[in-house]
């Protein structure tokens, strides 16, 4: 690589305008090693009057997104218009065994930092990128993250309309609206462009990986983000799903049966319910001492809505009624850093 195409900029992001296949190294891994930490790359298109950004690792352990863009890349394909990419968490993304950690312990979780205050290093680092972002003004913005449990890809939005829709076209035929705030990158940019989360499936399947590359293929290589209203139609849109926490102070477990000493334990399979539904009164684990605070379901405004959706039967945790259930993780780092899973009520899920 010529070190002069990799600068620096006193926040730390580097910046890496058109690198060539040759000099981006053999293995994502080299890629990463090169890059050395977050960095914003440019890659001209044919159309140089248009832009369209990307985002991705924005958590150190969902490579799909740059998996393919390092693909992108060797290839030496020219997009058909510019093609921002920012790639968040390398730090941790490198740091062994490779791929492991959402965020190194003593940092922030960067995919929550893109609102005010933007203090500390990955505060900063976030108000830098949507400061360039904002500059360049891109057609779209397509975030690739991968979930921790099993399930297919979906988009996530804050918006319904038709470019979202369009979007999330481009790898999936589900797109999840949501009002929850959190100070996502998704969130941040609502207003300014057409933006969504590519959640590519599970991190470590072969086939996120694929759902991200053709993702990425397509989005680079369209002439127009927007023409294909044939391909809209077969997204369905679920909204506002409630998000299921933890109790605090709780601890969770996955198994085929109670875990002794665990607040909650979940079905050890309970991710194969990704974006199905669940029957009324079907066990999704067990909670001890028949305790629901094991678990807090809320909606964005923010109500408790954990006795309405929940209910305990000898020891067993039930859903009350029919309901979907999304981002279902079984790692329990996860689980109590983020969340369990959300779920939607069957009947508001349609449309
Ligand atoms: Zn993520």
């Not at 003593?106 to 976030?126: I, K, T, W």
Request: proline share 5%; with cysteine.
């Amino acid at each position: 690589m010529d070190g002069a195409e990799l600068s620096e900029s006193t926040i730390g992001l580097r910046e890496w305008s058109d690198p060539k296949p040759q000099e981006i190294g053999a293995t994502v891994e080299e890629f990463l090693t090169r890059l050395g930490g977050p960095t914003w790359i440019h890659l001209s298109g044919r159309d140089t009057s248009r832009t369209r950004a990307m985002s991705t690792l924005l958590h150190g352990n969902e490579p799909s997104g740059v998996r393919a863009l390092f693909q992108w890349i060797r290839s030496g394909t020219r997009p058909t218009v510019n093609l921002v990419c920012f790639i968040g968490a390398v730090d941790a993304a490198l740091s062994p065994p490779g791929f492991a950690y959402r965020q190194l312990p003593d940092c922030r979780d960067l995919n929550r930092c893109f609102r005010v205050p933007f203090v500390g290093r990955e505060g900063q680092l976030a108000a830098e990128v949507l400061d360039r972002l904002r500059k360049v003004n891109p057609e779209a913005l397509i975030d690739c993250h991968n979930t921790s449990g099993r399930g297919p890809a979906y988009g996530v939005s804050t918006r319904r309309h038709d470019p979202q829709k369009a979007l999330t076209a481009l790898f999936s035929d589900h797109l999840i609206v949501t009002d929850l705030r959190l100070g996502t990158l998704m969130e941040a940019t609502e207003e300014d462009f057409p933006t969504i989360t590519a959640e590519c499936g599970g991190a470590g399947d072969a086939r996120a990986d694929l759902t991200a590359l053709t993702a990425l293929t397509r989005y680079a290589t369209a002439d127009s983000l927007w023409n294909a209203s044939h391909r809209h139609d077969s997204v369905k849109i679920f909204h506002h799903p409630i998000r299921v926490e933890l109790g605090d102070g709780k601890q969770v477990a996955y198994g085929p049966a109670p875990v002794p000493d665990a607040d909650l334990t979940l079905r050890a399979d309970a991710d194969q319910f990704n974006f199905g539904i669940l029957p009324q009164g079907e066990t999704l684990g067990w909670v001890r001492d028949s305790d629901l605070n094991a678990i807090a379901a809320r909606d964005a405004k923010g109500r408790n809505r954990t006795t309405e959706m929940f209910s305990v039967v000898d020891g067993r945790l039930v859903v009350r009624d029919a309901s979907r259930i999304l981002m279902m993780t079984t790692n329990s780092h996860i689980a109590k850093s983020d969340c369990l899973f959300y779920m939607l009520p069957v009947e508001s899920s349609d449309g």
